[in-house]
């Protein structure tokens, strides 16, 4: 299994990184160099490759310095991404490879329309696609494309860590138990939060399995039978997706 670690950035961004026994790394939408600068200066790490997933400034904003400092890293973005120095521009079903591990690329468009997932080794870095406890929000206003990325990433296996890029876990559980204030897995989950929360410990990276227990927006066929307005699975996420954007 690869190891992997997280540089914070921001108020909530997670720039993750993932390192060999060599020293060596690969990093995911870094949108601040600055962090990222310090923490491989430190641990004395050499910086190989840089994937993107989506064009957001804070996914993108640390990459032009990145690579002025570390010459002949590569970068790995969207094919429709608007992005200069790309070396790889990447779309569904691409296949990348970190340290000696296949990860397939897997579009998933609707938060914006180039958003992109890496997927491998039991490990999916999804960007602002999937959070715990919630989703990304929907500036396409393509709810078509939001619902089917996250049913392809509901469809992976159950022992997939989902690595996204923000610490939302808290503020989505609110909205969560809000929808669904009986679900005893989810007040569960969100004590667990809290406390680790209260601790200052990451919440993220979370497993598939658990999240499809807890979050709403992966629950949408079950929440949609008990709804009042009969509304289809997909009616029941553009509803439940336009409610949080208002909570
Ligand atoms: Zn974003």
Redesign the pocket.
């Known amino acids: 299994m690869l190891h992997v670690e997280f540089i914070k950035a921001f108020e909530d961004n997670y720039i993750w990184l993932i390192k060999n026994n060599n020293n060596e790394c690969v990093i995911v939408d870094p949108g601040s160099s600055i962090p990222v600068i310090e923490y491989l200066k430190n641990r004395n790490l050499t910086l190989k490759k840089i994937l993107i997933t ?1 064009h ?1 400034q ?2 993108i904003g640390g990459v032009k310095e990145l690579q002025e400092i570390f010459r002949d890293i590569e970068l790995i973005a969207p094919y429709n991404i608007n992005l200069p120095n790309v070396t790889s521009h990447v779309s569904d079903g691409d296949v990348i490879s970190i340290f000696n591990h296949t990860f397939e690329v897997m579009e998933l468009p609707g ?2 329309k180039e958003h992109i997932g890496f997927f491998g080794d039991k490990k999916l870095f999804c ?2 696609v999937l959070f715990s406890g919630g989703c ?1 929000r929907v500036f396409t206003k393509k709810y078509d494309d939001m619902f089917e990325s996250l049913l392809k990433i509901k469809s992976l296996p159950g022992d997939t860590l989902i690595f996204c890029a923000h610490e939302y876990t808290e503020n989505n559980l609110k909205f969560a138990l809000h929808t669904e204030p009986k679900n005893h897995n989810l007040v569960q989950y969100n004590q667990v939060v809290s406390d680790m929360r209260t601790k200052n410990i990451p919440t993220i990276p979370v497993k598939l399995s658990n999240e499809k227990k807890v979050n709403p927006f992966l629950r949408c066929d079950i929440l949609s039978k008990n709804d009042l307005e009969n509304l289809s699975e997909f009616d029941f996420f553009i509803k439940l997706r336009k409610q949080k954007d208002l909570f």
């Open positions: 989506h957001h804070d996914h938060h914006t960007g602002d990304g």
